[in-house]
Structures are given as structure tokens and as C-alpha cells.
């Protein structure tokens, strides 16, 4: 089983901050990962795929780096509706998330 | 742009089965890979199984021996069925729709194991 590990496990910025948050995995994922957004009460949002594609209608502010066991999700200028719940999952071997980084608003 | 919906009752006895369907609407089930996920209240994702429009389905290993998805093309729905529940089931149940990855969710349903 691929274990995700998600850093920090909340992050505390201001509006217009660069936000960094870290996803580790326990074995090589090659790019076999996404990042999904989940605001309260809703369904999680595809926002990357695949490391580093953004998904249709994703903003630009949001790039995904990484490959291996290393993954990075960068928002370059927090908006207000970025501040939400962010999963990283991959799909190398079935299909696991992460534990979940939390952005709130400092 | 297809859209999902869960349904099924929100409170299951212990050692019930739990039973969610998904209607698909604004498209057709016979294609894609359909899939359900749980969130237990304040926790993180599980993905639980998916089934392709054919009928074949995988199911995460954890709950496999619980877990049976089957899908109904006549009226555009899939299926969750899982059985011997436990308080540890209590979850929001999302269905979605796999292409490589989980791109399009429904809304999820939350489920309560209690007697």
C-alpha cells in the first residue's frame, strides 16, 4: 500500500501570500499524482493531474511540481476562495490520498 | 458536462448493509469508470471500488470482502452495497467518475451506523 504524507498539515496565510504545500510518498510514483481542492460541504475539485497538468478551468495561480516521491502544489497569490482543504492522491498502485493540508486564513 | 447524484438512507443499523445508488445524468454510464469514495466526518478520502461501463469492477483491498458495486444501464445508475457495517462505516459517501483520475464528483451523502 502507497502511503501519502501531506505537509504542513494546516498552513495559516494572508490573502495575496504564496502558498507551498508537500506531498511524500512511501514508494515512486513516477508523475501518477493529483491534487484535488475541497471547501466545506462539497465534493473535492480536480485541480492537477498527472503532477503537473492543470485540470479544465483550473486558474493559473495553481501549478503542481514533482516526480518520484516528492510532489509540490504551489497557489502563487492566495485568493479568498483559495482558502479550503487540499488532497493529493495517487494512482500508481489502486488509489490512495493524503491526510489533507488545510489553508486558512492567518 | 455529466453530472452525479447519490442517494440511499442516511442511517444504517450495525451489521446492516449499506446501500447507496448514483444517477448519472447529462450523459451516458456506458463509458468512463465509475467509482465511490467515503470521508468519515472531520477525516481524509478512501476510495472504496470503481466499476467500468462493461460490468468489471476492482474493489480496495481493505473492504473487499464487504463491498459489491454493480452498475444499471436501463436507468443510468450505479450501485454501492456494503455489508456488515460498523460504526467505522459512518462516512459521506461519494460516487464520481473515473477517467484517469476522479474528475467529476456528486455532492455525497452522509451515512450514519447506529442502532
Known amino acids: 500500500e502507497i502511503v501519502l504524507t501531506q505537509s504542513p498539515a494546516t498552513l495559516s496565510l494572508s490573502p495575496g501570500d504564496r502558498a507551498t504545500l508537500s506531498c511524500r510518498a512511501s514508494?515512486?510514483?513516477?508523475?501518477?499524482l493529483a491534487w484535488y481542492q475541497q471547501k466545506p460541504g462539497q465534493a473535492p475539485r480536480l485541480l492537477i493531474y498527472?503532477?503537473?497538468n492543470r485540470a479544465t478551468g483550473i486558474p493559473a495561480r495553481f501549478s503542481g511540481s514533482g516526480s518520484g516521491t516528492d510532489f509540490t502544489l504551489t497557489i502563487s497569490s492566495l485568493e479568498p476562495e483559495d482558502f479550503a482543504v487540499y488532497y493529493c492522491?495517487?494512482?500508481?498502485?489502486?488509489?490512495?490520498f493524503g491526510g489533507g493540508t488545510k489553508v486558512e486564513i492567518k | 458536462q455529466e453530472q452525479l447524484q447519490a442517494s440511499g438512507p442516511g442511517l444504517v443499523k450495525p451489521s446492516e448493509t449499506l446501500s447507496l445508488t448514483c444517477t448519472v445524468s447529462?450523459?451516458?454510464?456506458?463509458?468512463?469508470?465509475w467509482s465511490w469514495i467515503r470521508q468519515p466526518p472531520g477525516k481524509g478520502l478512501e476510495w472504496i471500488g470503481y466499476?467500468?461501463?462493461?460490468?468489471?469492477?476492482n474493489y480496495n483491498p481493505s473492504l473487499k470482502s464487504r463491498v459489491t458495486i454493480s452498475l444499471d444501464r436501463s436507468k443510468n445508475q450505479f450501485s454501492l452495497k456494503l455489508s456488515s457495517v460498523t460504526a467505522a462505516d459512518t462516512a459521506v459517501y461519494y460516487c464520481?467518475?473515473?477517467?484517469?483520475?476522479?474528475?467529476?464528483w456528486g455532492q455525497g451523502t452522509l451515512v450514519i451506523v447506529s442502532s
Open positions: 498527472d503532477a503537473s
Open positions: 466499476i467500468y461501463y462493461s460490468g468489471s469492477t
Open positions: 447529462g450523459g451516458s454510464i456506458s463509458s468512463h469508470y
Open positions: 514508494q515512486s510514483l513516477s508523475t501518477y
Open positions: 492522491q495517487q494512482r500508481s498502485d489502486w488509489f490512495s
Open positions: 464520481a467518475r473515473k477517467g484517469t483520475w476522479f474528475d467529476t
